[in-house]
């Protein structure tokens, strides 16, 4: 069974730095094929893609945020980091790690979603 | 960016009603929607991929259809545990976008 879990800090204040780490079991992120993204959504508002991050470490960013983002992998934890560097209390909300859906050529979407961590940016 | 539009940005119905929601791309996306379902305090599931596909574990009521720019999420008979928030979500680019969501709710 592949599950999928968002830590970090729950409060970060504006122009720091915040780090998210999505810590996932029953899958590989070395495995061909497997791509893990980060979506967020403010409160009461739409969901919005952040990044993913693929197999062989490919990586892409949401344009309007690619500047302060950036997604790592520790394929020997089977962990995805996301940091966002000088966040602004419009970057709260919860943000979610999921899994990308195994239906060959139909592009990316996310069957398995983590439980999502809610960050508060404020001072 | 592609930009993905939903419409209605809410709705009403009863339950056994048949509803329809419509996302419509901001170029052709050929048949690269994925529709999930969200509810409050939940991460979102999968509904249905490349625009028709039903997920696994999907009940068969959900159903999608549509191509090029204008895809539609319908729901054939309305059940209480379906009042949710509904986004479509296009894969055609790998920079992904989603839909602004139309909540459903049953009068």
């Known amino acids: 069974q592949t599950t999928l879990k968002e830590s970090g800090p729950t409060l970060v204040k504006p122009t720091q730095t915040l780090t998210l780490t999505c810590t996932f079991s029953g899958l590989s992120l070395s495995t061909s094929g497997v791509v893990v993204g980060w979506i967020r959504q403010p409160p009461g508002r739409a969901l919005e893609w952040l990044t993913l991050?693929?197999?062989?470490?490919?990586?892409h960013y949401t344009p309007s945020l690619k500047t302060r983002l950036s997604i790592t992998r520790d394929t020997s934890k089977n962990q995805v980091v996301l940091t966002m560097t000088n966040v602004d209390p419009v970057d709260s909300g919860t943000y979610y790690c999921a899994h990308r859906a195994n239906y060959d050529g139909s592009g990316i979407m996310f069957d398995l979603w983590g439980q999502g961590t809610l960050v508060t940016v404020s001072s | 960016d592609i930009q993905m539009t939903q419409s209605p940005s809410s709705l009403s119905a009863s339950v056994g009603d048949r509803i329809t929601i419509t996302c419509r791309a901001s170029?052709?996306?050929?048949?690269?929607v994925n529709w999930y379902q969200q509810k409050p305090g939940k991460a979102p599931k999968l509904l249905i991929y490349?625009?028709?596909s039903l997920h696994t574990g999907v009940p068969s009521r959900f159903s999608g259809s549509g191509s090029e720019t204008d895809f539609t999420l319908t729901i054939s008979s309305l059940q209480p545990e379906d009042c949710a928030t509904y986004y479509c979500?296009?894969?055609?680019?790998?920079?992904?976008?989603f839909g602004g969501g139309t909540k459903v709710e049953i009068k």
């Open positions: 991050i693929y197999w062989d470490d490919e990586k």
């Open positions: 490349a625009a028709s």
């Open positions: 979500q296009q894969s055609y680019s790998t920079l992904l976008t």
């Open positions: 170029q052709s996306i050929t048949g690269y």
